[in-house]
């Protein structure tokens, strides 16, 4: 291993630290009056992956999965956390503190509201919570008799005391336009045409990613995602201001924002919401904190609930980001196609643990010198632990991977020309019948849905079950979505486009990434996935057709395990697109890997 390592593995768990922690936080709470606290997994910003500073959940219960919540009652606690995070989550609580139990979001929470004796008084930090995720809390607070009452401080932040890290303060650069497609001025004059069409004098910006697409600037203030954490007022003339802390602020940033563009600090904010007064604001109340409607509210400004004026945009790629992605994912291919190569050889006779699989990944990925940062925490998962779809690996839990069963490794990379995203599956040793039949089964779905031509207006919910069809009609199914959308050096998960059985409203449009992802998981015994991104193409005619249509173009290009593949399962037509996948894989790669990886790739890439 080089020197530097992006990923931890000393995730341990510490059976004081609930007892202690949740004492420290009753005690405010009694001090509030407070008979119970609610605690999301989100911060300030409503961000997935969040800095030292805001790990909120992870310091109460030791929980460190990224979606969860937990209620803090005087007299009990309970933490949520979804299946992803089944085995991690009781391994990291106290359970003489915390009860886990499986989260649906808000009514989840809104369920346990229910069981608090009527008149109690339940406290929430509006800086945490959207405005549509409180009225799920209200709703329940109400029907329970319950006062829902916002609390500032934090009761948990003046219980963690000194002791909380300091918050980030990563300097934030310039996101060179060979990378970013698109001026910043372009951007927001686009943006502003748009405001004036709603009505809107300004448009209030809370999300980092948005922050940083806008502006062309990138941070380091969220683990994996290359994001500045402030906030933007986006006027109706394309000017605006970008409140962001001094300390941030890097040699010539000033200069790259522009005339255009007021660079103030987090203490300015509250008199540019004033110079709002009586002017309309679109704020999006899915991911912009209850604060800031109430700062808004009581500046005097009208608030107008709406999209993130940004993240439409954002998701649809322009010419230069999809080209710039394009050759991130090849670089990427190449590396992942060395460490595949190293798994079917050297891994198959040392054996190496989990830990040790996700470090050797790592380490090829450092050496290429592209890498700014994973684009999340490797997933590692051998046998039983490859049916835990987010698992993660720690000190605890490693493994050393066995013959006779499946590895599944999830990873992915942050370079500044692209994000990736990639699952791969490979038999240790000889793979059963089983392990074939079912592999087959995900890949014939994971095909149907990179082959699909659809519609202006398709969006990923009309989508999804082609990518499941051949699981459902064998009476098995996965309980994740099949595909997210991803940025470009931005976060790994993005909106507002997804590929899922729940409901979805925004139509794939062209340059939208998603990943294709579909799974299967037999608890305790094994898991499969096979992951690629791949982006909404123009639309295009279909010969003897009478609409154009959409399709989708693969981005991620390494080979798929052969020896988990059941041929006589597979159509002529999914053979077919097997052979030429594979044969583009070995065209793209085969210079950019070394001898014996190259010899090895165009074997596993040569036709079914």
Not at 55 to 73: D, M
Not at 258 to 283: F, H, K, R, Y
Request: aromatic fraction near 8%.
């Amino acid at each position: 291993m080089p020197d530097t390592a992006f990923q931890t593995f000393d995730v341990t768990t510490h059976p004081s630290q609930g007892v202690a922690n949740v004492a420290g936080l009753r005690a405010q709470m009694t001090g509030l009056g407070l008979y119970g606290f609610i605690i999301p997994h989100e911060d300030e910003h409503q961000n997935e992956y969040l800095p030292d500073a805001n790990e909120r959940l992870a310091w109460v219960s030791g929980f460190t999965g990224s979606a969860g919540a937990a209620i803090v009652f005087q007299d009990k606690a309970i933490l949520f956390a979804d299946g992803r995070y089944t085995l991690q989550s009781r391994e990291q609580t106290d359970p003489s503190v915390f009860t886990v139990e499986d989260y649906n979001g808000m009514a989840s929470l809104a369920e346990q509201l229910l069981t608090a004796p009527k008149g109690s008084v339940i406290g929430y930090d509006p800086a945490l919570h959207s405005p549509d995720g409180l009225k799920t809390l209200k709703a329940a607070a109400d029907q329970a008799g319950l006062t829902l009452k916002a609390t500032s401080p934090n009761p948990l932040d003046l219980a963690w005391g000194n002791n909380r890290p300091a918050q980030p303060m990563a300097p934030v650069v310039p996101h060179q336009i060979e990378f970013a497609g698109v001026t910043s001025a372009d951007k927001r004059h686009g943006l502003a045409d748009t405001l004036k069409s709603k009505g809107a004098k300004a448009a209030l910006i809370t999300s980092p990613s948005s922050l940083a697409w806008l502006f062309n600037i990138r941070g380091g203030d969220v683990i994996r995602s290359p994001l500045p954490l402030g906030q933007a007022i986006l006027f109706d003339d394309g000017r605006a201001q970008i409140f962001l802390e001094p300390a941030k602020v890097t040699d010539g940033l000033t200069e790259w924002l522009g005339n255009e563009v007021s660079l103030l600090t987090p203490a300015d904010i509250a008199g540019a919401l004033a110079d709002l007064n009586g002017q309309n604001v679109m704020v999006d109340p899915a991911i912009s904190s209850a604060y800031w409607f109430e700062a808004l509210t009581s500046a005097g400004a009208i608030t107008v609930p709406a999209d993130d004026i940004c993240a439409l945009p954002r998701a649809c790629k322009n010419e230069v980001e999809i080209a710039g992605t394009t050759t991130a994912h090849i670089r990427d291919g190449a590396i992942i196609s060395t460490f595949l190569h190293w798994v079917a050889t050297v891994a198959q006779t040392t054996l190496p643990s989990e830990i040790e699989v996700a470090q050797k990944l790592e380490s090829l990925r450092i050496a290429s010198g592209r890498v700014k940062d994973l684009s999340f925490d490797t997933i590692s998962g051998f046998g039983p632990h490859g049916a835990l779809p987010h698992y993660r690996v720690n000190t605890a839990s490693d493994i050393r991977i066995q013959p006779g069963n499946l590895l599944l490794v999830d990873s992915g990379a942050q370079s500044e020309d692209g994000t990736t995203d990639i699952t791969r599956t490979m038999a240790i040793g000889e793979p059963t019948a089983e392990h074939k039949r079912m592999f087959t089964l995900v890949l014939k779905g994971h095909i149907a849905l990179a082959t699909v031509r659809f519609p202006a207006g398709t969006t990923g919910t009309h989508l999804d079950v082609l990518a499941r069809q051949y699981l459902w009609a064998g009476g098995f199914d996965y309980d994740h979505g099949t595909g997210h959308g991803v940025g470009v050096y931005l976060g790994v998960h993005e909106g507002p486009q997804r590929i899922s059985k729940a409901l979805n409203r925004y139509p794939l449009q062209t340059g939208m990434i998603v990943s294709n992802e579909p799974g299967f998981y037999k608890t305790g015994e094994f898991g499969i996935r096979i992951e690629n991104l791949q982006y909404v193409t123009k639309t295009t005619p279909v010969e003897g057709g009478e609409r154009p249509m959409h399709g989708f173009e693969n981005l991620t290009y390494a080979p798929i395990d052969r020896n988990l593949i059941e041929v006589s399962l597979l159509t002529e037509a999914e053979r077919a697109y097997m052979d030429t996948y594979h044969a583009k894989t070995f065209d793209l790669l085969k210079d950019l890997v070394a001898p014996d990886v190259r010899d090895w790739l165009e074997t596993v890439c040569a036709p079914l």
